[in-house]
Nanobody, 114 residues
Framework: QVQLVESGGGLVQAGGSLRLSCAASGSMFSINVMGWYRQPPGKGRELVAR???????NYADSVKGRFTISRDNAKNAMYLQMSSLKPEDTAVYYC????????WGKGTLVTVSS
């Protein structure tokens, strides 16, 4: 079992920055990929970024150049640095850990005001 807890969400003005954190615990040795998904109001969940244990990363086109994902394996932590935030980035952001099973956190709300 893996437990994931997100933090760092909040209200920010357009153009601002936020840093999300995901604290992981449990059987992290089985996890290969970690990532962030988001669910905007009234919409489905979508991939934001993911990072493999070897360090390779993928970003959604909508966040490339603005968001940076990073991972600290020693601390079992993952981060999402978000800059140049836009109102359309408003969403609940979820941490995900993928191994033989997939685990989700409960999410943290990011609200970007115009």
């Amino acid at each position: 079992q893996v437990q994931l807890v997100e933090s760092g969400g909040g209200l920010v003005q357009a153009g601002g920055s936020l840093r999300l954190s995901c604290a992981a615990s449990g059987s992290m040795f089985s996890i290969n990929v970690m990532g962030w998904y988001r669910q905007p109001p009234g919409k489905g969940r979508e991939l934001v970024a993911r990072i493999a244990s070897g360090g390779s990363v993928n970003y959604a086109d909508s966040v490339k150049g603005r968001f940076t994902i990073s991972r600290d394996n020693a601390k079992n932590a993952m981060y999402l640095q978000m800059s140049s935030l836009k109102p359309e980035d408003t969403a609940v952001y979820y941490c995900i850990a993928i191994g033989p099973m997939t685990y989700w956190g409960k999410g943290t709300l990011v609200t970007v005001s115009s």
